[in-house]
């Protein structure tokens, strides 16, 4: 199986500071997911990429930046965290072609106090 | 834009029962998945399915019915362990983005 890391796993910051999200797939696979879910709204699409240097908006962009640095590497920063953006945020990827499985990350849990 | 349906969106089941979760869409399928969820927890997939045909996994099996534009996951003889959450989530098309449902909330008891 696919295997997609994040880090932190958990990350508490006061509202207007930086945080950065770091997501990780080890299986060459072109498209990158970030979400968030929140109770009352399941899981939302920020951004994806589908490959190095590529970036999409998704349906929630607004606060967030995305960088794919490489293959493997995607990126999720929130230049002045604010206290909406308390989320469980997850990473994904998924191979090019027809209806290829997606595989999620475990989860960053991100408080904004 | 595109809409995935999920029901029931809470099921109390005794250990042992059968149970079936609905999904809907409205608009063509190119691929659907099942993942469960515990509170707080990673998404982990159950099932995959590149087309409308039947998957299997274990005490899993995923249906459709692609005239209703709805499918189905049968959980048989359910275990206290099967609590949590379970989601769908469908493809419209091989570059299109996968559109979730609010899932479906199972809890088994003794």
């Known amino acids: 199986e696919a295997a997609v890391t994040q880090s932190p796993r958990n990350k508490v910051t006061v509202t207007g500071g930086n945080v950065t999200l770091s997501c990780r797939q080890t299986?060459?696979?072109?498209?990158m997911y970030w979400y968030r879910q929140d109770t009352g709204h399941g899981l939302r699409l920020i951004h994806y990429?589908?490959?190095?240097?590529n970036l999409q908006i998704g349906d929630v962009p607004d606060g967030y930046k995305a960088t794919r640095t490489t293959q493997e590497d995607f990126f999720l920063l929130l230049e002045l965290a604010s206290p909406s953006q308390t989320s469980l945020y997850f990473c994904a990827s998924r191979d090019w072609g027809e209806g290829a499985e997606q595989f999620f990350g475990p989860g960053t849990r991100l408080t904004v106090l | 834009g595109q809409q995935v349906q999920q029901s029931p969106a809470s099921l109390v089941l005794q250990e042992g029962e059968n149970a079936e979760l609905q999904c809907t869409y409205s608009?063509?399928?190119?691929?659907m998945q099942w993942f469960y969820q515990r509170p707080g927890g990673r998404l982990v997939s159950l099932l995959y399915?590149?087309?409308?045909a039947e998957q299997r996994g274990g005490r899993l099996t995923s249906s459709a019915a692609s005239n209703e534009s709805r499918s189905s996951l049968h959980i048989s003889s359910s275990q206290i362990t099967d609590s949590g959450t379970y989601l769908c989530a469908m493809r419209a098309s091989s570059f299109s983005k996968l559109v979730f449902g609010q899932g479906t909330s199972l809890s088994v008891v003794p």
């Open positions: 608009t063509t399928l190119n691929s």
């Open positions: 399915s590149p087309s409308w």
């Open positions: 299986n060459s696979h072109n498209y």
């Open positions: 990429s589908y490959g190095a240097g």
